[in-house]
C-alpha cells in the first residue's frame, strides 16, 4: 500500500481527515425531506432491514392470532374469513416482505463493504427496488386492515383463487402486490449479480473473494431464475381473474396443477434463497467467533453451487399428493434427498472450523448453537418428507408446519440475530450491552422449540393445516394449547432482543474499531461507516477474508490504496475484470435523486389502478414509469470523453462510459437471463397444458395466417440487422440515424402484426387455453417489441445530447442486445402459434 | 407400537386401522430413529467442538466434510431411498388385487360418494367400506381443490377437478373411521369432514341396499 497515488504522491500526515470530508462532501446524503432521495447502500440496506424487521413484526403478530384462536377447540376468537386472511398473510409477509426483502438490506448493506468497493453498481435501482417493496408491502398491510387482504392462503392454488371460488379483491391483492414486491426482488438480483461480479476491490479474483460473496452471487442467480415462473403464474391469473383469459380453468382446458408447477418452481429454490444468505452469515461469523480461517473455502463454493442446481430440480416434492405416476415421484424423492448433501459439506465445514479453533461463548456464539439444533431437526423432517409415502401421510398437515418452521424460521431467525449482534457494532459504532441477551436467546429457544416440536406430533395425530378450528380431541387440544403458550415465551423472547437491541444502540460503549478481531474487509472502515465507505480501496493479493483489518484500515483512510483522492466531485468506484479482479474501469456513479421514488410511485399508481380494476388509468400509469425510466436514462454517465484516468498505484482505466462492457451491459444480460426464463416457463406451460390438462383438443383449431406470421418474423430479423447497422456506424463515426429508424419501423411493423394475429387466434382466449397460451406468447413478443422501441428512443436522445457517441456506444449495444432477443423468442413464439394445429392434431395419440 | 400412550386417537395416523397405514407409520418409526440417532450425533459433535477443541483438532477440516458431508449422507440415504420406493411400490392401486371401485367427488364443503358395485348407490358425507378388502377409491372434485384422506387408513391423495386420481385403501376390522379434507378450500375447510363405516366383508353388499343406509341420497 506504499505507492504513490496518480494525483500527488504519497498524501501527507493528516490527509485521512482531509480525505474524509472531501469525500463525505460528495458522498453525503442531504438532510431532512433530501432523505428521500438517499441512493447510498448504507442508508438503503438499513432502510431494507428496518422495514423487514418491521414486516417481521407485522407477521409475528398474525402468527400469535393464529395461535390464539388455535389454543382451544372450537374457539370463537376469530371468525374463518378473518382467519383465512390472517394465516394467508402470515405467510406471505412472513416469505415476500420479511425474509426476502431482509437478506437484500444485508446484501446491500454487507456485500459492497466485504467485497472491498464503495457502492452497488445501480444506486438508483436499488433506491426503485426499496421504494417497490414499500409501497407494495404496504398495499398488502393496508388491504389486511381493510378488511379484504388475500385468504387464499400464500400459495393461492387455483381454482380457489380464480374470480368464480374468490371473487373479492382479495385474491387480485395479492397477485398484484406480490408481484410488484418482486420486481423489487429481481432488480435487487440483477444488482447483486452484477456488483458481485464487477465491483469488488481490485486484485480479489474469484477465488480470493470472501465466501459471504459466493453467497450472495449464487442467491443472487437464483433468485434470477427463480422469480420469473411465479411472476409469470400471476399475471397469467389475474389476466384470467380480469380478463377471463383460460389458464387454469379446467372447464376451459386450463389446469390447475399448471399453477402449481409454475409456483413450486419459484417456492422450492425461494426456500434456499431464504436460507443461504444466513448460511453465509454463518461462514463469514464462525471464523471469527473461532479464531481461525474457515475450513473447507472450495467445497462450501462447490456445495452451494451444487445446492443451486439441484434446488430448481425438486420442487415437484411439494406436489406427492396430486396424482403424478409414483416412478417420476422417486426421481424427485431421491434428488430431495440428496440435497442434504451439499447441506451436510456446510454443517461438517462449520463444525471443522470450529473444531480448529478455540471457539467463544459469546451471544453470536449462542445463536450459533441455537441455528444448529434447529437446523439439523428441520433437515432430518426435511429427508422424511421427501419419502414419498411418509409425505402422503404427512403432507399439509402439522407436521410439515413444523418442518419448515424449523427450516426457513429458526434456520433463519437464529444466524439472523447472531448476525444482527455480530454486525450492529459495524452499523452503529457501539458494542452490546448484553445484559438481556442471554435470557432473550433461551426464551426463543425454548418458546420456538416448545411452539413447533409439539407441530410434529399434532400432525402425525392427524391434524390439517390450514383448519379455523377443530374438535375437542384430547390430544390435539393439549399439544395445540402447549404450542400457543410456547408462542408466547418466543414472542417475550423476540421483544427482549428488541430492547437489547435499543439498549445497544443508545447506551452502548463506543468502539472505533473492530471487536471481534475480524478478517474481512467491511471491519477495515470507519466505525460506523462513512457514506463513501472506503476512503480509498484495498489491493487484494491473498484470500479476502484473511485481511489484517488493524494494518489496512488506517493505510485506506490515509487514502493509500486505489481512488485516495477525490476528482471532478464524482463519486467513484473500481470496476474489475469478473475473474482475475483486475482493474479495468473507473465507474461514476449517480447522486442522490428523487426520480427513484417518482417511478416507484408511478408504479404503485398502475398497482393500484389496476387492482380498482381503472385499466385506461393503468395503462396511462405504466407509460408514465416507462417514462420516467427513460428520462433517468436520458442523465446517466458522462458527457464527454475522458480517456484513460490514474485511479492510483500507476494504474489508469477509462471510464465505465468509454468501456464495451460497463455494469450496465452485464445488468441487460442477466435480465434477458430472468426474461428467457419467463418466456422458457411460458412455452413449458403452453406444452404441459397440451399434453396434460383437461377438455383439449378445443372444438375450433387455431389457423394462424402463414404470411402474416412470416411478416412478423421478417420485421423482427430486420429490426435486429438495422439495430446491428446503426451500431457498426456509430463506431465508424457516422451517423447512425437512419439504420436507427428503420430498426423502430421494422420493430412498429412486428408490433402491428403480432396485434392483428392476436385478434385473430381461434379459439378466443377466453374461450379455451389453447387461444389463451397463444395470445399470451403473441403479447410477449409485442411488448418486447415495445421495449425495443424505447432502447431505441433512449439512443437517439442521448446521441441528440451528445451523451453517447462513437465512443460511448452503451446505449445502442444495449439496444441492439434486448432487439436480439426480441428477435430471437418473437420467432420462437410465433413459430410455436403456427404449429399449434400439428400440435393439436397430434393430440389424438395421447394416451 | 400403534397403542404406545398419546398416539391413537380418531385421526391417528400413529394408530393404523389398515395395511397401507399401517406400512407408513412402520415406515415413521424407522425415520424417527434414524433422525434421533443422527440429531444426536450432530450435537454430541457440536459440544465436542466447543468443549474440548483439542481432542476435536485432531481430525483434519477435509476429513470432516469428507465423513460428514459425503460419507454420512451416502450411507444413511442410499438404503433409505431404496427402501421408500419399495414400500411406495406396494402401497400403489393394482389391479392384480382385484379391488373395489367407488368413487369420491368433492365440491365445496362435502363429500359424496358412488358404488358401482351395488348399482349405482350413492350416499353423502358417509363412506360405507367392507373390512379386509382392498378398495380403489376414484378421487376428483366438482369445483375447488380438495384432498380425500382416512388418517387411520391410508395417505391422501388430491381430488383436483378435471382429474381422477385413483387411492388404495383397506381397512382390517368393521368400525367407523374418521374422513377429512386435507387440501385448503375456502371458508368451510375445516368441517369438510365425512365418517366412513367399515361393514364386515359378509353384510357389506346387503348394507348398501339396505333402506336406512346411512347418508344414502335420494335418487
Known sequence: ???????????????????????????????????????????????????????????????????????????????????????????????????????????????????????????????????????????????????????????????????????????????????????????????????????????????????????????????????????????????????????????????????????????????????????????????????????????????????????????????????????????????????????????????????????????????????????????????????????????????????????????????????????????????????????????????????????????????????????????????????????????????????????????????????????????????????????????????????????????????????GATRNGWQETLGVHMTSGAPEQLIVLPRPTYLPLWTAIATAAAVLTMLAKLYPLTLAMAAVTAGLFVFAALNAGLDRDHGLLPVGRGVSVPVHTECAHPPAWWALVFTLIADGTLFTSLVFGLLFLWVAAPNWPPVAVPDTGLALSLVCILALAAAAFFARRALVRLVGRQAPRLFIALAALALLVAIGVAVVLIGGIVPRPSDHALGATAAALLTFLALHAGIGLLFLLVATLRLASGRAGPTRTIDLRLARLWIDYTAITGALAVGLVLALPALVALLGMRP | MATLAGCAGPRSTLDPAGPAASTIATLWWVLLVGAALLFLLVMVLFVIVMMRPGWARKVSPARWIVLGGLVLPAIVLTPLVVYALMTGERLLPRSADNPLRIEAEAEQWHWNFTYPSAGGVKTEGVLHLPAGRPIDVVVTSLDVIHAFWIPRLAGKIDAIPGHANVLRIEADQPGTYEGLCNEFCGKGHSGMRFDVIVHPAAAYDAALVAPDLAGRIAR
Open chain 1, 1 to 563: 500500500m506504499t505507492d504513490a497515488i496518480d494525483q500527488g504522491a504519497t498524501p501527507p500526515a493528516g490527509s485521512a481527515l482531509r480525505l474524509h470530508r472531501e469525500l463525505s462532501e460528495i458522498w453525503r446524503t442531504g438532510p431532512g425531506l433530501q432523505r428521500l432521495a438517499a441512493v447510498n447502500h448504507s442508508i438503503l440496506g438499513i432502510r431494507f432491514m428496518v422495514t423487514a424487521l418491521a414486516f417481521f413484526a407485522i407477521g409475528g403478530v398474525l402468527g400469535m392470532l393464529t395461535r390464539v384462536q388455535l389454543a382451544t377447540p372450537m374457539s370463537a376468537f376469530m371468525d374463518v374469513g378473518t382467519y383465512n386472511q390472517v394465516f394467508t398473510m402470515h405467510g406471505s409477509i412472513m416469505l415476500f416482505l420479511f425474509a426476502i426483502p431482509m437478506l437484500e438490506g444485508i446484501a446491500v448493506y454487507l456485500t459492497p463493504k466485504i467485497l472491498g468497493t464503495r457502492d452497488f453498481a445501480f444506486p438508483r435501482l436499488t433506491a426503485y427496488g426499496y421504494w417497490c417493496y414499500l409501497f407494495g408491502g404496504t398495499i398488502l398491510t393496508v388491504s389486511l386492515l381493510a378488511g379484504v387482504a388475500p385468504d387464499g392462503g400464500w400459495f393461492m392454488y387455483t381454482p380457489l383463487s380464480s374470480n368464480v371460488y374468490t371473487p373479492g379483491i382479495n385474491a387480485d391483492v395479492w397477485l398484484l402486490g406480490v408481484t410488484f414486491v418482486e420486481i423489487s426482488a429481481l432488480t435487487l438480483a440483477v444488482e447483486i449479480a452484477v456488483s458481485t461480479l464487477t465491483m469488488r476491490a481490485p486484485g480479489m479474483s474469484l477465488d480470493r473473494m470472501p465466501v459471504f460473496g459466493w453467497y450472495m452471487l449464487v442467491t443472487a442467480f437464483m433468485m434470477i431464475l427463480a422469480f420469473p415462473p411465479l411472476i409469470l403464474g400471476s399475471i397469467l391469473l389475474e389476466s384470467e381473474r380480469a380478463f377471463g383469459f383460460a389458464f387454469f380453468d379446467p372447464t376451459r382446458g386450463g389446469d390447475p396443477l399448471l399453477w402449481q408447477h409454475l409456483f413450486w418452481l419459484f417456492g422450492h429454490p425461494d426456500v434456499y434463497i431464504i436460507f443461504l444468505p444466513m448460511a453465509g452469515l454463518l461462514s463469514t461469523m464462525i471464523p471469527v467467533l473461532a479464531g481461525v480461517p474457515l475450513a473447507g473455502y472450495r467445497a462450501i463454493i462447490v456445495a452451494i453451487i451444487g445446492l443451486a442446481f439441484m434446488s430448481f430440480g425438486i420442487w415437484v416434492h411439494h406436489m406427492f399428493t396430486v396424482g403424478i405416476p409414483h416412478l417420476a415421484l422417486a426421481f424427485f424423492s431421491a434428488g430431495s434427498a440428496i440435497v442434504a448433501v451439499p447441506t451436510a459439506v456446510q454443517l461438517f465445514a462449520w463444525l471443522a472450523t470450529l473444531a480448529q479453533g478455540r471457539p467463544r461463548w459469546n451471544v453470536p456464539m449462542l445463536y450459533v448453537f441455537g441455528f444448529f439444533s434447529t437446523f439439523v431437526i428441520g433437515g432430518l423432517t426435511g429427508v422424511m418428507l421427501a419419502i414419498v409415502p411418509f409425505d402422503w401421510q404427512a403432507h399439509d398437515t402439522y407436521f410439515v408446519v413444523a418442518h419448515f418452521h424449523y427450516v426457513i424460521a429458526g434456520a433463519v431467525a437464529f444466524p439472523l440475530i447472531a448476525g444482527l449482534y455480530y454486525w450492529l457494532p459495524l452499523l452503529t459504532g457501539r458494542v452490546a450491552v448484553y445484559r438481556l441477551s442471554v435470557p432473550a436467546f433461551w426464551l426463543i429457544y425454548i418458546g420456538f422449540n416448545l411452539t413447533f416440536f409439539l407441530m410434529h406430533l399434532v400432525g402425525l395425530l392427524g391434524m390439517p393445516r390450514r383448519i379455523n378450528t377443530y374438535p375437542d380431541f384430547e390430544s390435539w387440544t393439549f399439544l395445540n394449547m402447549l404450542s400457543s403458550v410456547g408462542g408466547f415465551i418466543m414472542t417475550i423472547g423476540f421483544a427482549l432482543v428488541v430492547v437489547d437491541l435499543i439498549a445497544q444502540i443508545r447506551y452502548g460503549r463506543r468502539i472505533r474499531r473492530d471487536p471481534w478481531h475480524a478478517a474481512t474487509l467491511e471491519w477495515a472502515m470507519p466505525i460506523p461507516p462513512a457514506p463513501y465507505a472506503f476512503a480509498s480501496l484495498p489491493h487484494i493479493e491473498a484470500r479476502a477474508d484473511r485481511i489484517n483489518v488493524g494494518t489496512l484500515a488506517p493505510q485506506l483512510a490515509r487514502g493509500e490504496g486505489y481512488l
